[in-house]
Structure formats: C-alpha cells, structure tokens
C-alpha cells in the first residue's frame, strides 16, 4: 500500500548534499514521508550487503523514503537513513542510488552525528567567548570594536563547525568507495550523480566558495571517485540487468503516484510495453479515476506476473477506495500470501476487512493487526486499526488499551491516561491486557513526576 505518512525529523542530521534543521520547518509544512512495502524492501536489498559490510546489523538501520523533489538523503536519530523521492526519480541507474546510501552508512559507522553534536556545542562555546568579549568592549564604551568582535566571533565558529563538517563528509566519501568495493558494486553511478549536480550548481549559482561549504565542492569529490576508478578499473562492477529492471520498475511506481496523472502517461505512453511503463500507467488511470482502465491494466499484469505480491496489492488498493469491499479483500488477501512479511500490505487488508462491518471479518483484521503491531510497535495508525477492529467486537478493554497505545505515541499523555482507565475498567482483573495497562500507567506517573522533578530544578 503506497501511503503517505507525516512525521518530524531530528534537529541534527548528515546529510549526502546538504545539511540542515529538518524541523526549522513550519508546522504546516511538515515532510510527508511514505510507506511502501516494495519501494522498502528494494531499498533494503540493493543496501543491507553494504550495511553488513560496514559491520552494521542490516535490520537495525532504518531507510524512510520522503516526499521531496530534491536529489537528497540524510542520517538523523542514530542509524535511520531518509532518501528523498527526487533521488530515485533523478537516478537512472540503481548503483546511483546503492553509492548515495554507502556514503550514509560512511556516516553511522564513522559516528558522525555524535560528532557533529559536540563540534557544534565547541562552537557555541567559540561564539559565547567572542560575544561576552565583544560586549565587554562596548561596556568599556567601544561599541563598533565590540559588535566587530562578536560578528568575528559568530563567523569564526560558523567556520570552524564547517570545516569539521566538511571533514565528515569527505570520510564519508572515502568510506563509500571502500564499501562499494567490498560488495562489487561500481562507484560509477556516484560519480555520474555527482558531475551532473555539479554542472547544476555551477549553472544555477556560479563557483561557491569553499570554506563556507558544509560539504567539498562537487567537482573536489567527483574528482576523487574518478581518480579511485583509473587507479582500480577492476572496481568498476556494471549493475545487474534484473536490478536496473527493478530500479526503472521503482522510479515508475514513485511517478506514478508523485506526478500529475497526465504528465505520467506522457512519459510512459501505451507503445511503451515495459513492465515499468504499465505499472506507471495502471496508477496513473487509478488516480484520474478511470478505475475501468486501471483495472484492466494491472490484471494484465497480474495475468503476465501471478506471484508478483505488488501488482495485486495495488489491485486491492484501487477496489478499497473505490468502495469495492469485498473484492478488495481479495486482492490484498492474495498480495499477503505472496508476501506475509510485508507490513502495509497487511495493514491493507486488515483496512479492507474492517470495511465490511461484520464481527467475522473484524476478527480476522484483529489477527493481521496484532501480527503488525508486533513487527512494527511504533505504527500509530495499525493501533488505531486495532482499536477499532475489537470496538467493532464489542471487545471494549482491548480496544481502549489499543487507542491507548496510540496516543501513547502522538504525545497525548491525557488521552493516554484516558484510554487506559477506561481498558482496566473493561478487562477482567489479573489478565495479561490489564497488567499490561496497569504498567503502562505506572510508566505514565513515573514519567509525569520526572518533568515535575525537572521543573522544579
């Protein structure tokens, strides 16, 4: 299920271009990240071999893809990569993308963030220093000597974070092409990335002045890759014809559902017989509605591709918001046999279930929706899915402590608080639910006299 999502990111991040405060963001203009199980486990496969390689444990990183036209990805909160659509659909070549995520995982494994945490707060220090200076000077009654000591002490600071930054980057580079190399996968597409950006830059904004870069110039770092390829020619793996199927496959599936429906089937027009050029027009005549023509171009996909769990999935999408209930329980019902690690498809078919209104089709949403829950404690919306599916039951305390673990993660410590008073009003005493919302609570008060604590310091 191809699911926008929103979400805020951490403050601090390192970043393939360009580092910035994701959240410095208005409120209203929060990135939208989307969840999709075939664009997740492709972004896993072409990366976990350079996870593993760097000694990191592939299911412990995290990759969210973001909404957003720009050629990007950043690491923020540890190891949890965010790629933004615009790589994808810019890329035309997967070891593009694979090169962008090895300079990523240069960052976690080189403990960058943390890095550049405490580089940062030295260079608050550097700046305080030269500010309480500054003003010393214009108490002393020289005021332009003092504004011009807290402006050098600011720039200094500024430069200083910078150089270290740059510094991170350039590690990040290097470890990149080390990584690439231990998994045979050529350097080339970074290189071809990063000459193209370059001529962008150059275009659009002349020559920028290195020292206030938090990254090399881009021609410093194509340069680099293109010397490491003449010294190592047998570096230069070509990608696999399957996997660059599979990328064009992907960048069609994002068109499709990121570009207006017009420009999609311009791009991909019906002479174009690709695999990639069908599944971009089935989404676009979905999306138009022309449901007819959407359906009759994926059932020839699934005609063609019976195992593809994808192509049903989408089925399955199309009929559920175009009020064709139990049909699309059937499509989505197929897509999970196909794929029944696949969280989405799942919170799919558990949505489609819940929208037949019967106890007999919420009772087997309830078993797809505790399996998610399980694999994804932190989904929000499946612990709504949940909630809803006993309250439809008449399972009153299992629902409430369901909804309370969603407001436990939307920030809502009352209507935590709520649900939960609610969920040990309605399960019986001793059983594993109430203990559960019993500790939950306890966790609640615990949390509660610690902000008091702070507060009071």
Same mark, same amino acid.
């Given at each position: 299920?191809?699911?926008?999502?929103?979400?805020?990111?951490?403050?601090?991040?390192?970043?393939?271009?360009?580092?910035?405060?994701?959240?410095?963001?208005?409120?209203?203009?929060?990135? +939208? +990240?989307?969840?999709?199980?075939?664009?997740?486990?492709?972004?896993?496969?072409?990366?976990?071999?350079?996870? $593993?390689?760097?000694?990191?444990?592939?299911?412990?990183?995290?990759?969210?893809?973001?909404?957003?036209?720009?050629?990007?990805?950043?690491?923020?909160?540890?190891?949890?990569?965010?790629?933004?659509?615009?790589?994808?659909?810019?890329?035309?070549?997967?070891?593009?993308?694979?090169?962008?995520?090895?300079?990523?995982?240069?960052?976690?494994?080189?403990?960058?963030?943390?890095?550049?945490?405490?580089?940062?707060?030295?260079?608050?220090?550097?700046?305080?220093?030269?500010?309480?200076?500054?003003?010393?000077?214009?108490?002393?009654?020289?005021?332009?000597?003092?504004?011009?000591?807290?402006?050098?002490?600011?720039?200094?600071?500024?430069?200083?974070?910078?150089?270290?930054?740059?510094?991170?980057?350039?590690?990040?580079?290097?470890?990149?092409?080390?990584?690439?190399?231990?998994?045979?996968?050529?350097?080339?597409?970074?290189?071809?990335?990063?000459?193209?950006?370059?001529?962008?830059?150059?275009?659009?904004?002349?020559?920028?002045?290195?020292?206030?870069?938090?990254?090399?110039?881009?021609?410093?770092?194509?340069?680099?890759?293109?010397?490491?390829? @003449?010294?190592?020619?047998?570096?230069?793996?070509?990608?696999?014809?399957? &996997?660059?199927?599979?990328?064009?496959?992907?960048?069609?599936?994002?068109?499709?559902?990121?570009?207006?429906?017009?420009?999609?089937?311009?791009?991909?027009?019906?002479?174009?017989?690709?695999?990639?050029?069908?599944? $971009?027009?089935?989404?676009?005549?979905?999306?138009?509605?022309?449901?007819?023509? /959407?359906?009759?171009?994926?059932?020839?996909?699934?005609?063609?591709?019976?195992?593809?769990?994808?192509?049903?999935?989408?089925?399955?999408?199309? &009929?559920?918001?175009?009020?064709?209930?139990?049909?699309?329980?059937?499509?989505?019902?197929?897509?999970?046999?196909?794929?029944?690690?696949?969280?989405?498809?799942?919170?799919?078919?558990?949505?489609?279930?819940?929208?037949?209104?019967?106890?007999? /089709?919420?009772?087997?949403?309830?078993?797809?929706?505790?399996?998610?829950?399980?694999?994804?404690?932190?989904?929000?919306?499946?612990?709504?899915?949940?909630?809803?599916?006993?309250?439809?039951?008449?399972?009153?305390?299992?629902?409430?402590?369901?909804?309370?673990?969603?407001?436990?993660?939307?920030?809502?410590?009352?209507?935590?608080?709520?649900?939960?008073?609610?969920?040990?009003?309605?399960?019986?005493?001793?059983?594993? $639910?109430?203990?559960?919302?019993?500790?939950?609570? @306890?966790? &609640?008060?615990?949390?509660?006299?610690?902000?008091?604590?702070?507060?009071?310091?």
């Amino acid at each position: 299920m191809f699911c926008p999502r929103y979400r805020l990111l951490t403050v601090l991040c390192a970043a393939f271009l360009l580092a910035a405060p994701a959240d410095a963001q208005p409120d209203n203009d929060k990135p +939208t +990240t989307i969840r999709d199980d075939e664009i997740e486990r492709y972004l896993h496969q072409i990366a976990d071999p350079v996870f $593993a390689a760097a000694g990191l444990v592939p299911a412990h990183v995290q990759i969210t893809m973001i909404k957003n036209p720009e050629v990007n990805s950043f690491v923020a909160g540890g190891q949890h990569i965010f790629v933004h659509t615009g790589l994808i659909t810019f890329s035309d070549d997967p070891t593009t993308v694979i090169g962008v995520l090895a300079h990523e995982t240069g960052h976690i494994r080189g403990g960058h963030l943390i890095l550049k945490r405490q580089e940062m707060e030295a260079s608050m220090t550097d700046a305080l220093v030269g500010y309480v200076l500054g003003l010393g000077s214009i108490l002393a009654g020289a005021p332009g000597a003092g504004a011009a000591v807290i402006s050098g002490g600011q720039q200094m600071a500024q430069r200083e974070f910078l150089r270290y930054s740059r510094g991170h980057e350039e590690s990040a580079d290097q470890a990149a092409l080390t990584l690439l190399g231990q998994v045979h996968i050529s350097p080339r597409g970074l290189l071809n990335l990063l000459e193209k950006l370059g001529t962008e830059q150059t275009m659009l904004h002349g020559q920028a002045n290195p020292f206030l870069q938090s990254h090399p110039l881009f021609p410093e770092r194509f340069a680099h890759i293109r010397s490491y390829l @003449e010294t190592n020619p047998d570096k230069d793996y070509p990608a696999s014809e399957t &996997l660059k199927e599979e990328h064009l496959r992907l960048e069609a599936k994002l068109r499709g559902f990121i570009d207006t429906p017009e420009k999609v089937l311009a791009r991909y027009p019906e002479t174009d017989k690709s695999v990639a050029a069908r599944y $971009a027009r089935a989404i676009a005549h979905y999306r138009i509605p022309e449901l007819n023509k /959407a359906l009759s171009e994926i059932d020839r996909l699934i005609r063609d591709y019976p195992d593809d769990p994808y192509f049903r999935e989408l089925k399955g999408q199309m &009929l559920f918001e175009n009020g064709h209930i139990p049909e699309s329980v059937e499509a989505y019902e197929q897509a999970v046999e196909r794929a029944p690690d696949a969280p989405m498809m799942r919170l799919g078919l558990a949505s489609s279930l819940l929208a037949e209104e019967n106890k007999s /089709a919420s009772k087997r949403a309830v078993i797809h929706l505790r399996r998610l829950v399980v694999k994804e404690p932190h989904n929000s919306f499946a612990w709504h899915q949940l909630g809803m599916a006993y309250g439809s039951m008449g399972n009153l305390g299992m629902s409430y402590l369901a909804l309370a673990e969603e407001s436990s993660f939307s920030g809502s410590r009352k209507d935590t608080r709520k649900y939960l008073d609610l969920a040990k009003k309605n399960l019986p005493e001793n059983s594993a $639910a109430a203990l559960k919302a019993k500790e939950m609570i @306890e966790s &609640l008060e615990k949390d509660k006299k610690q902000d008091k604590d702070q507060d009071s310091d």
